[in-house]
């Protein structure tokens, strides 16, 4: 079957070949856009292109237009019905992808398969609208090549020229654009990004949230894609002093814990008050684009990180954030400190808001506490002792630290301290600051990143998705606040030894992983991280100020922007006049038509003609026939094409003859016999 199915594609028509192979680089264009397109959008795309394709195999005829119009119209109906509009990033780009996919269908003439060629071109930088990773430009490099392809082959004359010989021209005219490539990578001034990223859905994954839901979650899935990376100057902290400030959740519904509510009059909020001591932590963070206004730093950094393009500032509650949401990957520095105190020594009014529990739930983790308050142990007990008391009974209450708690009821406090023992840290942390409210013990849960891993390769600390942590911080008299992290007492390894919960492999993880050892496989992934953080730190990361830098080096006092415009104009005419020059060197340096000759007689001699030394082009064109055969096309125009060339330069004055521009022309786009 498909060695029939093979042999019927040999033999289709030009035309059908080159509308298949078209179709596969579509196709190639578009996978990278299904996670970020509508479900109907991607599927129409398939079915679309699977028809056009199937129309090319069979050699049926297009559809009518009747049909395009009532499928373009359906398609905008979608579009406007899915996304609310027909303007901005996401609805352009379900736009894009249905008119390429609709476009294919019209594949009549060369007119037709340049339109598809630019929209083709057009939809594969749309793809950095979502990902500037690694992989997608690997994946947009081989379709740029692939459309290069089929541009190249599409200006190439008749019959049935191979692909190679396309894709070898298509991949030296990548090669000659890379220099141009670089120089305007290098010097085109940087501007804001057009784009951002889309909305994260987290829900039922590792990762930061603005909000913190107990108990909806029956599974988590550990995201190890990467949150930011750390490069430390110096000293760096312990893994358990790896404490990165994230939201900081103080307002409890009974289901939901959010930030202090919004509307709390400022002059009631706890200060700051943050007094650091000791040697700080300097260091530099690349953070991966979250679309979350967060700059993630160590507890507690006081003084502004050094960032451009953003305004920073900290909150009441030690929060660094920005302006603006984080849409591109950002670098900034900063210096924490991991001796540090804060907020207000001496009750105040403002911290009974972080007493405060919703009526009505969790009453026997109330009732546990008043019968804590009972206990003549713990009668005359200040804050300190009850946060000890509480811990305590978490280490050796035979509570689990678990991915897999199952979905909680509206009582999530209850059912992990009485009913299942069980849960991962934010049902520890949310369980634990209901029951520090509930002794009166004023506590908040405190998201954010714990922990992290070296790269052995780069030397750069990675800190991923699932390293996404909740802790607790209470208030005590004369200390502030005082971090208290209640995973730690149920799971020791989870802070400071590094020991993370697994999420088990699927069956394919399985069968391709099964027998690769543990080792080789950290191996290769701290060897990928590190390529990553190089495209990050060279590529992504390569900013204006990398670029004002780069003039400095090359002698500038005080470059601006404007510099750049002027070296970049300056560096495209001097090529210009080398090319020039060059050109007219070369053209001097031989008659252009013996060169031509002898570019011909080369081509020939590698198609298998055997040619004496100094063979005029009548002599060339006999062999080429009696080698190939009077019936060959390819040979026959060819023979022609040697013989104008013989006439162009021995025709008696006033005879016709062809240009030598033109001949040369001509040879480029030849078809040679095989």
């Not at 790896?242 to 900081?248: E, N, Q, S």
């Not at 979250?290 to 909150?315: E, H, I, K, Q, Y």
């Not at 340096?589 to 001699?605: E, F, G, N, T």
Request: hydrophobic share 50%.
């Amino acid at each position: 079957m498909l060695t029939r199915l093979l042999n019927h594609l040999r033999h289709l028509p030009r035309d059908s070949r080159d509308t298949l192979f078209l179709l596969l680089v579509i196709a190639w264009v578009v996978l990278p856009q299904v996670a970020h397109l509508p479900l109907w959008c991607s599927l129409l795309a398939a079915g679309v292109l699977l028809w056009r394709g199937g129309l090319a195999v069979t050699l049926r005829p297009l559809p009518s237009r009747w049909w395009l119009l009532a499928l373009l119209g359906l398609t905008v109906a979608a579009t406007l019905f899915t996304h609310k509009t027909l303007l901005g990033r996401d609805a352009g780009v379900t736009l894009i992808v249905v008119l390429l996919a609709l476009k294919t269908l019209e594949l009549r003439a060369k007119r037709d398969a340049f339109v598809v060629f630019f929209l083709s071109f057009f939809t594969m930088l749309t793809n950095f609208f979502f990902s500037q990773s690694l992989l997608t430009a690997a994946a947009m490099l081989v379709a740029l090549l692939g459309l290069l392809t089929a541009l190249v082959n599409a200006h190439m004359p008749v019959g049935k020229p191979p692909l190679a010989q396309a894709a070898k021209t298509a991949g030296g005219m990548a090669l000659l654009g890379a220099p141009i490539m670089v120089v305007l990578f290098l010097l085109f001034p940087r501007l804001a990004p057009l784009w951002g990223i889309p909305n994260d859905a987290m829900s039922g994954r590792s990762g930061l949230s603005a909000t913190m839901q107990v108990g909806n979650i029956a599974r988590l899935a550990l995201d190890d894609s990467i949150a930011m990376r750390i490069r430390f100057e110096g000293a760096t902290p312990l893994q358990s002093e790896l404490y990165f400030r994230g939201p900081v959740l103080s307002t409890f519904d009974g289901r939901e814990w959010r930030p202090l509510r919004s509307g709390f009059p400022a002059r009631m909020q706890p200060p700051a008050n943050l007094q650091v001591l000791g040697a700080p932590f300097s260091y530099q963070v690349t953070l991966e684009p979250n679309n979350r206004p967060w700059l993630l730093l160590l507890d507690a950094t006081p003084a502004r990180p050094v960032l451009s393009g953003f305004d920073a500032s900290m909150t009441s509650e030690l929060q660094w954030l920005t302006d603006r949401p984080i849409s591109d990957l950002l670098r900034y520095t900063a210096q924490s400190y991991p001796d540090f105190r804060h907020g207000p020594l001496r009750p105040m009014a403002g911290l009974q808001d972080y007493v405060d529990l919703p009526a009505g739930y969790n009453p026997r983790t109330l009732q546990l506490a008043a019968e804590l308050r009972r206990d003549p142990r713990y009668a005359s007990a200040d804050k300190a002792q009850l946060v000890a008391a509480v811990l305590e009974r978490l280490r050796s209450g035979g509570y689990t630290y678990t991915l897999d708690p199952g979905v909680f009821g509206r009582d999530s406090a209850d059912e992990f301290w009485f009913d299942r023992k069980e849960g991962f840290c934010e049902h520890i942390a949310s369980s634990f600051v209901i029951l520090m409210r509930a002794l009166d013990v004023p506590a908040r849960v405190v998201t954010g990143y714990q922990g992290g891993e070296r790269n052995a390769v780069d030397g750069f600390w990675i800190v991923r998705q699932s390293d996404a942590h909740a802790w607790t911080e209470v208030w005590l008299a004369n200390r502030g606040w005082v971090r208290v992290d209640p995973t730690s007492a149920v799971a020791p390894g989870r802070i400071g030894a590094l020991q993370r919960l697994q999420a088990p492999r699927g069956a394919i993880a399985n069968a391709l992983l099964g027998n690769i050892s543990a080792d080789f496989a950290l191996n290769l992934r701290a060897v990928w991280d590190a390529v990553n953080n190089s495209w990050n730190q060279r590529v992504l990361n390569y900013t204006q100020g990398k670029q004002l830098n780069l003039l400095k080096n090359l002698g500038f006092e005080s470059p601006r922007w404007e510099d750049l415009i002027y070296l970049l104009i300056g560096l495209v005419v001097l090529a210009s006049l080398v090319g020039a020059v060059w050109t007219q060197w070369e053209r001097s340096r031989q008659d252009p038509w013996l060169r031509l000759l002898a570019l011909a007689a080369i081509r020939l001699q590698k198609a298998g003609v055997k040619l004496a030394a100094n063979s005029p082009p009548r002599r060339m064109a006999e062999q080429l026939v009696q080698q190939f055969g009077p019936d060959n096309p390819q040979a026959l125009t060819l023979r022609d094409w040697l013989l104008r060339l013989e006439a162009q330069r021995y025709a008696p004055p006033g005879a016709q003859r062809t240009r030598l521009v033109t001949l040369e022309r001509e040879l480029k786009q030849l078809v040679w016999p095989t």
